[in-house]
């Protein structure tokens, strides 16, 4: 497809199990970005990749999240042990080359709902 | 701080009548970077407009127009002639440089309604 592609798109998990929530890049884009957004909320910055080195995890609220994207393309967002309050929008969004302040493309999102 | 307020949580219109979704942002940046995206019911967010803080002549595109006012820290959004599919929420952002990434700092978003 032409755009950033996430999934799944829905995903319910039960309290305390692994996530595992997949976006597929355009072609080619260098910058990778993970936003997380609550219901009701704009997106929340988690992390930043530039190719397969991430370069900024500062926005993870915990070490239960953790990212990767071992080959400069599709990357994967894993949340261990999920809480009630890790329920919300993951959305995914890239960029072709260095993310220079230029708008950054976005995918559908995956929404977490943890019960 | 930086950070952006957009102090309209939610706005019902009726089709044709114009609109304005306000922006106030915050910044310690002498050059900064300024974006409005619409995210319909489907989810994805849609890239709308980049401003940079050197250029404050206000954009015109079709029936959207960006006013920028760098002396009230503003960048205000106005739909003439709304239309239905006008309807999602909208979000200005700012670009925060900081710990190795150039990341999008959004507001709470506006919810605009355009009723028939």
């Known amino acids: 497809g032409a755009g950033v592609s996430q999934s799944p798109r829905y995903k319910v998990a039960k309290r305390g199990q692994d996530v595992a929530l997949r976006c597929d890049p355009i072609?080619?884009?260098?910058?990778l970005f993970w936003y997380q957004q609550a219901l009701g909320q704009g997106p929340e910055f988690l992390t930043y990749?530039?190719?397969?080195?991430?370069?900024?995890k500062s926005g993870l609220p915990s070490d239960r999240f953790f990212a990767e994207r071992p080959e400069g393309s599709v990357s994967t967002l894993k949340i261990q042990r999920t809480q009630q309050e890790d329920s919300a929008v993951y959305l995914c969004?890239?960029?072709?080359?260095?993310?220079?302040?230029?708008?950054?493309?976005f995918g559908p999102g995956t929404r977490l709902t943890v019960t | 701080a930086q950070k952006v307020t957009q102090a309209q949580t939610e706005i019902s219109v009726v089709e044709k009548e114009d609109v304005t979704l306000d922006c106030v942002y915050e910044?310690?940046?002498?050059?900064?970077?300024l974006f409005w995206y619409k995210q319909p019911p489907s989810g994805e967010l849609v890239f709308l407009i980049r401003?940079?803080?050197?250029?404050?002549q206000n954009e015109i595109s079709g029936r959207y127009s960006w006013n920028f006012q760098k002396s009230t820290s503003s960048f205000n959004f106005t739909i003439t002639a709304s239309q239905v599919v006008d309807s999602a929420v909208y979000f200005c952002?700012?670009?925060?440089?900081?710990?190795?990434?150039?990341?999008?700092?959004f507001g709470k978003g506006t919810k605009l309604t355009v009723n028939p």
């Open positions: 401003r940079n803080s050197f250029d404050e």
């Open positions: 969004a890239t960029f072709p080359g260095l993310a220079r302040r230029n708008e950054q493309y």
């Open positions: 910044t310690r940046d002498t050059t900064y970077y």
């Open positions: 990749f530039q190719n397969e080195a991430q370069l900024d």
């Open positions: 072609s080619g884009h260098v910058s």
């Open positions: 952002a700012l670009i925060l440089t900081q710990g190795g990434s150039e990341k999008l700092v």
